[in-house]
């Protein structure tokens, strides 16, 4: 401190007490408090009202931390950080809740008749956007005969049902309410039904914004979104022909980390890592050359493994979504997505589409889905479309789907797809060249078939770069140490046109072998006795009988890169994204294997019997 005056002292002083951090003290926080002002410093004793102040004032390796409270904001961030190190960090204060939402409470409602309310809005309420009279739109969605509008109405915090038409909503409520709505010039008047409630009593909010924290531009980099419970978004249709924007949106950008929110109640998608936005939005569907042709604009708006994806989505809980929980169109590429607890997507139904799973990417290139939970979807658990090349399916939890736990659509591999729970009605939708499928179990139907109108890019291994386009054919497939039992049914791939390759599967009950295994196991005699639950502590159980004779029948191999070839079209080897090699050496709790001869299915067990394993939350070793 020599030569520094008493004045200058006493700046310094000053300053370390009006901004957000004293010098020397870590990286600069802002704080926000439903009690502060956004014309505050943002320090802990003068925090900003707005999360939105507070994204304006932050710089990369700055940290935003909101207080306890209810906020009704978009956050739209104007910048992003410069590196993984110098990111900008949004988080809620440990062991404080706080909730972002799109939505705003209305009062005033008037009885109509019956079980239904009316309320008149002005339609300056609404700003620039109102939700009740834009409709959901865009290639490969399907209204089902009627009008959807983005918007909704929630009472306490649980949506109701946009009616088909006003005379719906003028009957009695059923155990389903509804709503209903029409905008004219000047204002907006919703009638709602609310069987036994005062609508002025109760928490009744309607929605006003379309997300809740997404950029209005592309390329903002470096985020972290941590701990919020977000939700009440008035999204529309995310295809991957669009710009895909959901409840959460990182935004045709690099390197988010979105972790440990409630993400839920969003009109169509929840998180989105998406596709830019250009002039020929939705303009694809009908065409035979779209989605190639969006590929090939994507390469002009930077599509690069140095420019776009490496996000990290882990440990979030998202439910009630009416399209997807994550959704993804080359903006998941090179990213991991694990730990999620996706559920109740797509159960309303009002609407459809060829997008609705818990998880929906295209080009989920070197991408990593693992020790996820998705379930009770009213579509698919999940769907990879395009390009999966790379990917690394691994240890998810997957039932109660509606329509398959796994769709794989259009790839041509290599990716991987190991130490899986399948346990919905049906298990794996298959229309893909170049897969693996090692220790998984399968409760349920497979189905293979062919598609042979498309063409499918292969990329350069670890890139984004197409190398060539190829249609799909049956075959060209590993199945190793897989347990399949129920109707699982192998015998599609008899007629396959490229080379397939198993060993080493189990087939209970039911199950079909193919005739390309020389040695399967099956014993249709044997139940496995299959018994999922759920504990009051919200934990899942797996109870099974193994029989452990399957260990000394025969030696099943230890799946490795070398064991697993070359997938056929794109030439290329079944290698980790560093280009190293892989093994298949732990199970689904992460427990290292027999590697001289690794038990089928993915729990590693020779001792088998009748057991009963605790399958989620799951802490690995």
Same mark, same amino acid.
């Given at each position: 401190?020599?030569?520094?005056?008493?004045?200058?002292?006493?700046?310094?002083?000053?300053?370390?007490?009006?901004?957000?951090?004293?010098?020397?003290?870590?990286?600069?926080?802002?704080?926000?408090?439903?009690?502060?002002?956004?014309?505050?410093?943002?320090?802990?004793?003068?925090?900003?009202?707005?999360?939105?102040?507070?994204?304006?004032?932050?710089?990369?390796?700055?940290?935003?931390?909101?207080?306890?409270?209810?906020?009704?904001?978009?956050?739209?961030?104007?910048?992003?950080?410069?590196?993984?190190?110098?990111?900008?960090?949004?988080?809620?204060?440990?062991?404080?809740?706080?909730?972002?939402?799109?939505?705003?409470?209305?009062?005033?409602?008037?009885?109509?008749?019956?079980?239904?309310?009316?309320?008149?809005?002005?339609?300056?309420?609404?700003?620039?956007?109102?939700?009740?009279?834009?409709?959901?739109?865009?290639?490969?969605?399907?209204?089902?005969?009627?009008?959807?509008?983005?918007?909704?109405?929630?009472?306490?915090?649980?949506?109701?049902?946009?009616?088909?038409?006003?005379?719906?909503?003028?009957?009695?409520?059923?155990?389903?309410?509804?709503?209903?709505?029409?905008?004219?010039?000047?204002?907006?008047?919703?009638?709602?039904?609310?069987?036994?409630?005062?609508?002025?009593?109760?928490?009744?909010?309607?929605?006003?914004?379309?997300?809740?924290?997404?950029?209005?531009?592309?390329?903002?980099?470096?985020?972290?979104?941590?701990?919020?419970?977000?939700?009440?978004?008035?999204?529309?249709?995310?295809?991957?022909?669009?710009?895909?924007?959901?409840?959460?949106?990182?935004?045709?950008?690099?390197?988010?980390?979105?972790?440990?929110?409630?993400?839920?109640?969003?009109?169509?998608?929840?998180?989105?890592?998406?596709?830019?936005?250009?002039?020929?939005?939705?303009?694809?569907?009908?065409?035979?050359?779209?989605?190639?042709?969006?590929?090939?604009?994507?390469?002009?708006?930077?599509?690069?493994?140095?420019?776009?994806?490496?996000?990290?989505?882990?440990?979030?809980?998202?439910?009630?979504?009416?399209?997807?929980?994550?959704?993804?169109?080359?903006?998941?590429?090179?990213?991991? !997505?694990? +730990? &999620?607890? #996706? =559920?109740?997507?797509?159960? %309303?139904?009002?609407?459809?589409?060829?997008?609705?799973? *818990?998880?929906?990417?295209?080009?989920?290139?070197?991408?990593? !889905?693992? +020790? &996820?939970? #998705? =379930?009770?979807?009213?579509? %698919?658990?999940?769907?990879?479309?395009?390009?999966?090349? *790379?990917?690394?399916?691994?240890?998810?939890?997957?039932?109660?789907?509606?329509?398959?736990?796994?769709?794989?659509?259009?790839?041509?591999?290599?990716?991987?797809?190991?130490?899986?729970?399948?346990?919905?009605?049906?298990?794996?939708?298959?229309?893909?060249?170049?897969?693996?499928?090692?220790?998984?179990?399968?409760?349920?139907?497979?189905?293979?078939?062919?598609?042979?109108?498309?063409?499918?890019?292969?990329?350069?291994?670890?890139?984004?770069?197409?190398?060539?386009?190829?249609?799909?054919?049956?075959?060209?497939?590993?199945?190793?140490?897989?347990?399949?039992?129920?109707?699982?049914?192998?015998?599609?791939?008899?007629?396959?046109?490229?080379?397939?390759?198993?060993?080493?599967?189990?087939?209970?009950?039911?199950?079909?072998?193919?005739?390309?295994?020389?040695?399967?196991?099956?014993?249709?005699?044997?139940?496995?006795?299959?018994?999922?639950?759920?504990?009051?502590?919200?934990?899942?159980?797996?109870?099974?009988?193994?029989?452990?004779?399957?260990?000394?029948?025969?030696?099943?191999?230890?799946?490795?890169?070398?064991?697993?070839?070359?997938?056929?079209?794109?030439?290329?080897?079944?290698?980790?994204?560093?280009?190293?090699?892989?093994?298949?050496?732990?199970?689904?709790?992460?427990?290292?294997?027999?590697?001289?001869?690794?038990?089928?299915?993915?729990?590693?067990?020779?001792?088998?019997?009748?057991?009963?394993?605790?399958?989620?939350?799951?802490?690995?070793?």
């Amino acid at each position: 401190m020599k030569g520094l005056t008493s004045y200058t002292l006493l700046f310094l002083v000053l300053l370390a007490g009006c901004t957000p951090n004293p010098l020397g003290s870590g990286p600069r926080t802002y704080h926000v408090a439903v009690t502060g002002d956004d014309a505050n410093s943002g320090s802990m004793a003068s925090p900003l009202r707005t999360i939105s102040a507070a994204a304006r004032l932050a710089r990369p390796g700055e940290v935003i931390t909101v207080h306890g409270g209810i906020y009704r904001e978009r956050v739209t961030p104007p910048r992003g950080g410069e590196s993984d190190s110098q990111r900008i960090t949004y988080q809620a204060a440990p062991g404080e809740k706080v909730i972002v939402t799109g939505s705003e409470p209305v009062k005033g409602w008037e009885n109509a008749g019956n079980d239904t309310w009316k309320v008149v809005i002005p339609n300056s309420f609404f700003g620039a956007y109102n939700p009740y009279g834009e409709l959901i739109h865009g290639d490969w969605f399907s209204p089902q005969g009627r009008q959807h509008h983005t918007g909704s109405v929630y009472l306490n915090g649980k949506w109701l049902i946009e009616a088909a038409g006003q005379d719906d909503v003028l009957k009695p409520a059923s155990d389903r309410p509804l709503w209903f709505a029409v905008v004219d010039v000047a204002n907006t008047t919703l009638w709602a039904q609310f069987r036994g409630v005062d609508p002025n009593e109760s928490l009744v909010e309607i929605n006003v914004r379309p997300t809740v924290f997404t950029p209005e531009k592309t390329g903002i980099n470096y985020l972290t979104v941590r701990g919020f419970t977000m939700c009440h978004a008035a999204t529309n249709w995310a295809p991957p022909t669009a710009g895909q924007f959901g409840l959460i949106s990182a935004y045709w950008c690099k390197g988010w980390i979105i972790e440990n929110n409630e993400i839920s109640y969003s009109k169509c998608s929840g998180i989105a890592l998406g596709k830019h936005g250009d002039e020929f939005d939705n303009t694809s569907a009908d065409s035979a050359e779209g989605y190639v042709e969006t590929i090939k604009r994507a390469y002009k708006n930077g599509w690069t493994r140095e420019n776009i994806g490496h996000h990290i989505v882990r440990n979030n809980h998202i439910h009630h979504c009416e399209q997807t929980g994550i959704v993804g169109s080359m903006g998941s590429a090179f990213s991991s !997505i694990t +730990g &999620n607890d #996706i =559920h109740d997507i797509y159960v %309303l139904k009002l609407f459809s589409g060829a997008e609705m799973a *818990g998880i929906k990417f295209h080009a989920a290139v070197d991408t990593e !889905i693992s +020790g &996820n939970h #998705i =379930h009770h979807n009213g579509g %698919l658990g999940m769907w990879l479309d395009w390009m999966a090349q *790379g990917t690394r399916v691994t240890r998810n939890f997957m039932h109660d789907n509606g329509w398959s736990d796994l769709f794989v659509e259009v790839n041509h591999g290599p990716f991987l797809v190991a130490n899986n729970l399948f346990l919905s009605a049906r298990s794996i939708d298959n229309n893909s060249n170049g897969g693996a499928y090692v220790h998984n179990l399968s409760a349920a139907g497979i189905n293979v078939f062919p598609e042979n109108n498309r063409d499918t890019p292969c990329l350069r291994p670890h890139d984004t770069a197409t190398l060539r386009l190829h249609k799909t054919e049956v075959g060209d497939d590993r199945w190793f140490n897989n347990l399949v039992t129920g109707s699982g049914d192998l015998t599609a791939y008899d007629g396959a046109k490229l080379p397939v390759m198993m060993d080493g599967n189990v087939f209970l009950q039911s199950a079909k072998p193919s005739k390309h295994e020389r040695q399967p196991l099956v014993q249709a005699d044997f139940d496995p006795v299959l018994k999922l639950s759920q504990r009051t502590d919200g934990s899942w159980q797996l109870a099974i009988s193994l029989d452990p004779a399957w260990a000394g029948t025969r030696t099943r191999p230890l799946v490795t890169t070398g064991l697993l070839g070359r997938a056929k079209l794109p030439d290329q080897a079944y290698e980790l994204p560093d280009g190293s090699s892989m093994r298949i050496d732990t199970d689904y709790f992460g427990r290292k294997r027999n590697a001289g001869n690794p038990f089928p299915g993915p729990f590693e067990n020779p001792d088998g019997g009748k057991r009963t394993f605790k399958v989620w939350p799951v802490a690995t070793r």
